[in-house]
């Protein structure tokens, strides 16, 4: 059996959990060392789940919080989320085997999710990032 771990990021001070060893944070981009320390671990993706959310609230409600989520079987998603990391993946399954991105997709996207979030702003961010490249034909290349 696999087990996940709950890593707290030294720069951001939030928690992720991963099942290798972390290398950068999801949500600052901090490359991670192999020393950052685990502060739970979970036997799966539900576990996970709610260890993640415990790890990232303040001590003096963990308790009645988790006592909420381990009564639910329900997991806990934002309908309209409009994290990097799922407006991203949100984009990479729009862009299908090609991996091509046009501008359309993502101004599709970012309708999808009701983001105010400008379409060439959210490219530029992926450009900036590594995580796409732009060709010559006005489109870009998934590179991840």
Known sequence: MEKWSVVRCPAC????G?????RQCPH??????????IVATADSAAQLRI??????TPEEIR???RKKLEATDEPLVAINSTSPRHLY???????????IIHRNDVEDVLLKVES???????????????T????????WQLLE
């Open 13 to 16: 001070r939030n928690c992720h």
């Open 18 to 22: 991963t099942r290798t060893r972390p």
């Open 28 to 37: 600052c981009g901090q490359t991670l060392a192999s020393s950052t320390p």
């Open 51 to 56: 260890e993640v959310a415990l790890a990232n």
């Open 63 to 65: 308790d009645e919080l």
């Open 89 to 99: 993946s949100l984009i990479v399954k729009r862009a299908g085997e090609s991996g």
């Open 116 to 130: 105010e979030m400008d379409a060439d702003d959210l490219l530029d961010q992926l450009e900036i990032n590594g």
């Open 132 to 139: 796409i490249i732009r060709r010559q034909d006005g489109t």
